[in-house]
């Protein structure tokens, strides 16, 4: 089974940084796809970025472009979000999650609805707040 684990959240001020890693095991083949989520409380879990791992595509909300970079580094099976240019309004908690491979060949899509087929592993949430 796909096993992911978040990390990296934390207390930051108003424009600055963090990185969060999403640590991913037990991928069968190396062709799937990741994608980081956020829910912020009383709101619905919302795509934040994401990106395939073969040819590293990537996606990102509007609400970040800009200011957030999605990488990946596959010797390390993991992947990363930079988030610059913080707002209050990124306070989260951050999840990632794992497309399946057999999803990610059919469509050559990465995910950014948590609800979408083919979603079938989640980490546990990291915590990210800004303050103003």
């Known amino acids: 089974d796909v096993q992911l684990q978040a990390s990296g959240g934390g207390l930051v001020q108003v424009g600055g940084s963090l990185r969060l890693s999403c640590a991913a095991s037990?991928?069968?083949?190396?062709?799937?796809?990741i994608g980081w989520f956020r829910q912020a409380p009383g709101k619905e879990r919302e795509g934040v970025s994401c990106?395939?791992?073969?040819?590293?595509?990537?996606y990102y909300a509007d609400s970040v472009k800009g200011r957030f970079t999605i990488s990946n580094d596959n010797a390390k099976n993991t992947v990363y979000l930079q988030m610059n240019g913080l707002k209050p309004e990124d306070t989260a908690v951050y999840y990632c999650?794992?497309?399946?491979?057999?999803?990610?060949?059919?469509?050559?899509?990465?995910?950014?609805?948590?609800?979408?087929?083919?979603?079938?592993?989640w980490g546990e949430g990291t915590l990210v707040t800004v303050s103003s």
């Open positions: 990106m395939t791992s073969r040819d590293g595509m990537t």
């Open positions: 037990g991928f069968t083949s190396d062709e799937y796809a």
């Open positions: 999650a794992a497309q399946s491979s057999a999803v990610t060949i059919a469509t050559n899509t990465c995910p950014m609805d948590p609800n979408s087929y083919g979603v079938d592993a």
